[in-house]
C-alpha cells in the first residue's frame, strides 16, 4: 500500500538536493514543438510566425494546450518574441508609464521595491486603471492583444482578472532574492506552514506572471532570473529565506534578453528573480502583468466600473470605424473587466439566465453586440455594481 503524502510541508524537510531532482533535467522539445527555440531551457516562442496559423481551425486550442503543459509539467515558463508587434504603440504606452512615475516621485511616494537605494527602482501600482484613465483608446489597443488573451486562457480560463504594475529598475538597481509569488509567496514560513500541502499546489494555478519588456534588455541591464522546473518542487513557498537553496539558484538560474515588445509568462511558482542593473545609462522597463483566476482573489483592487465606463464608448467608435472587431474588443473588455457574477448580494441580484448573476465583461459584450449608446451601458453597469453590493453597504 502507498503511503499517503504528509497533509503538511515543513520547511524543515526542505532539501536542496530535492529541488536539484526537480530542475536538473532537460526540456524536451516535443513537449513545445510550437517553439522555434529551447534557449536556456526556456521554450521561445515567434509570435510573428505564430499568428497566421491561429485561424486555422483547432490550431489556438492546440497552442493554449502545449502552453499548459509547459507551465505545470514543463519548464513552467516561456518567452514570447514580438509578442506586441507594435513598436509605436509599446513606445506611446511607455510615455506614459514613466509620466506616472514622475508623478508618483513628484508626490513624493517611494515605490522602490527591491530594496535598494532609493531612487534605484520605480514602481507604479494599478497601472492597469491609471493608464485606462490616461489614455483609454490607447490602453485598448494595448491590452487587445492576442497572445496576452491566449496565454492567459490558456492557464487560467475565461474570465481571468488582469492586473498590472509598472516597474523601472534604473541604473544600479540592486537583484532581488529567489522566490515564488503571489499568493503564498509573499507570506512568512510560519504562515505558509500552516496552509496544508495541497493549498501549497493550488496556489501556483490561481495566477499566472508575464512582463511586457518595454525597452531592450540585454543581459547587463538585469532583465529577470529564472529557474526553469523549480514550480514542480514542493517545498518551493517555504525556502525564500534559506542560504542553502539561494545558493543553489544563483549557480543555476538563467537569463534572457529580451527586446522591446518581447514577453515572459511563467506558473507564479517558479523560483525568479530581478536581476541587477549593472549599466550606466538604461532604465529597464518592465510592464509587470499579475494575472488571477476569476476564482481567486487578485492582489490589488482595481477600480473596473470605472474603468467600464471609460472603456466602453472608445470600444464602440473603434468597432464603428473598423479599427477593431468583436474579437479584438472582447480580449479588451477581458482584461479589464469583472468577469465572474460573484460575489453578490442575490437577494437583489439572483441569477436570470444561468446559475450565476450576469458579470461586467458579460454585459459589456451584451451592450456592445446589441448597439447601446454610452449612456444607457454606464448607468447598467453602476446599477449592477450597486445591486452587488451588501446590505448596508450602499
Known sequence: MTASPAPWLRAADARVEDLAAAVERATRPEDCPSAVAIEKNVPVYDCAALRPALAQPGRARALMAEWLHVFEHGPGIVALRHAWADGAQVERVSAHFHEMIEDERAKGANHDHFGGAQGTNDRVWNALQKLCERAPALYADYYANDMLALVCEAWLGPCYQMTSQVNCVNPGGVAQSAHRD??????????????????????????????????????????????????????????????????????????????????????????????????????????????????????????????????????????ASGEMDLAAAGRAIAASLDGYGFPNNLDRDPPKVTLAPESQQALARRALAEGWEAERFAAAVTEQMRRRRAQGED
Open 182 to 319: 503571489y499568493h503564498l509567496g509573499v507570506l512568512t514560513v510560519p504562515e505558509a506552514e500552516a496552509y496544508p500541502a495541497h493549498v501549497h499546489r493550488l496556489s501556483a494555478v490561481l495566477t499566472l506572471q508575464g512582463a511586457v519588456a518595454h525597452v531592450d534588455m540585454p543581459l547587463e541591464s538585469g532583465p529577470t532570473l529564472y529557474l526553469p522546473h523549480s514550480q514542480k518542487y514542493s517545498h518551493g513557498y517555504l525556502v525564500h529565506d534559506r542560504p542553502d537553496f539561494q545558493a543553489y539558484f544563483d549557480a543555476h538560474h538563467v537569463q534572457l534578453a529580451l527586446e522591446k515588445g518581447d514577453a515572459v509568462f511563467f506558473n507564479p511558482a517558479l523560483l525568479h528573480a530581478a536581476g541587477n542593473n549593472r549599466t550606466s545609462d538604461r532604465r529597464r522597463l518592465a510592464n509587470l502583468l499579475q494575472v488571477s483566476s476569476t476564482f481567486g482573489r487578485p492582489m490589488e483592487s482595481v477600480g473596473r466600473t470605472g474603468m467600464a465606463r471609460t472603456l466602453y464608448p472608445v470600444l464602440q467608435a473603434k468597432l
